[in-house]
């Protein structure tokens, strides 16, 4: 009886409490206080040497790395795409990503952004 009462009491909370979205282009147009003109440019230079990176993968792993990041499919469309089990895919993106991050820190450049 009790317990019922608090899940009522939570489920009303949430239905009250209604957040404003954006749309994610539209996010990425507002300013960050953050980005100086110095910062701005440190991220252009690591986006663009991410991307040489992806670029130098061996086919199989740049594949799904740009099917993932840059085109936004999950594991399994990207299996369906492929024509290749979601084990496969997930094994593919764990070794480009450890390639990435080993080509990353030799760059100089840590994981974080910028």
Known sequence: WLLGIAR????????????DWIDDDDAAQVPDSADTPEVVTMKEDKAAALRRMIDALP??????????YYHGQSVSEIGEVLDIPIATVK?????ARKKLGEALKAAGYDRGWP
């Open 8 to 19: 009522f009491k939570a489920l009303s909370m949430l239905r009250k409490k209604k957040e």
């Open 59 to 68: 086919e199989e792993h740049r594949t799904v790395i740009d099917l993932a």
């Open 91 to 95: 094994t593919r993106m764990f070794y």
